[in-house]
């Protein structure tokens, strides 16, 4: 079999906030409000399968700010520290079914390299992933910080991949996971697999109407998932 590259989203792939706004886009409005002046609550960009650097950018100007990309830094530099603090305990975000299944399976085949593809700042990623201790199964990745462009991110991640395992991955033997239309768009425009999972917001005709894909309801069923990812 040839060697299989699997890639997987965070938020609402790996893992879900219990708080209504979620704990990265709470703290992103509380941090333009002390910035700003702005008073109430100001408008917030939809998250999903965004990059770090675009919501920050839109979240100033859908509300009416100025803004440039030194304003990044600052906001960021609150805005970690609040994150970090917000799931020190594992009330605040919840592993989502068959996670942990999943990839205790794929780290014991040894034709399966798993990696992280997500719009999450790389810093934010880790403080995401800590909780659960999800970091040892992905030691490559790509991230918002890298690239605003998710087909890009995507590519790259292969890139790095091959780097660090020493291995040659094809495209047709490459797999994105993940719950949003860009996910899917994603890994179209890179030429990758894509699998779609219910778990966000996109339903299984918003991500089928983006690329070709696979669609589960989560990542619950092993088996289903590991014949899916040994197709072909």
């Known amino acids: 079999m040839f060697p299989r590259l699997v890639l997987f989203d965070i938020d609402l792939t790996l893992i879900r906030s219990t708080l209504p706004k979620g704990p990265g886009m709470t703290a992103l409005s509380e941090i333009f409000r002390e910035l700003t002046g702005f008073e109430g609550e100001p408008r917030l960009p939809i998250p999903d399968g965004q990059t770090d650097p675009i919501l920050v950018r ?9 803004y440039d990309d ?113 996910d899917i768009l994603a890994a179209k425009q890179a030429g990758v697999r894509g699998i779609g999972v219910l778990t966000g917001h996109a339903s299984e005709k918003d991500l089928k109407q983006v690329g070709p894909c696979q669609v589960v309801t989560d990542l619950s069923n092993t088996e289903q998932m590991l014949d899916l990812l040994s197709d072909r």
Request: aromatic share 12%; charged share 25%.
């Open 58 to 66: 839109q979240l100033f100007e859908m509300n009416g700010e100025s």
């Open 70 to 182: 030194s304003l990044y830094e600052t906001v960021m530099s609150r805005y970690f520290p609040r994150l970090e603090k917000a799931l020190a305990t594992n009330e605040a975000i919840r592993l989502l079914p068959g996670v942990r299944e999943l990839l205790d399976e794929l780290s014991r085949r040894p034709e399966f390299y798993t990696g992280i593809v997500t719009g999450n700042d790389l810093r934010g990623a880790i403080i995401k992933l800590t909780p659960f201790s999800l970091r040892e199964y992905f030691p490559v990745g790509t991230y918002g910080s890298d690239s605003t462009d998710r087909g890009e991110l995507v590519t790259l991640a292969m890139q790095r991949a091959q780097s660090h395992y020493k291995q040659e991955f094809l495209p047709e033997f490459t797999f994105m996971i993940g719950d949003s239309i860009n």
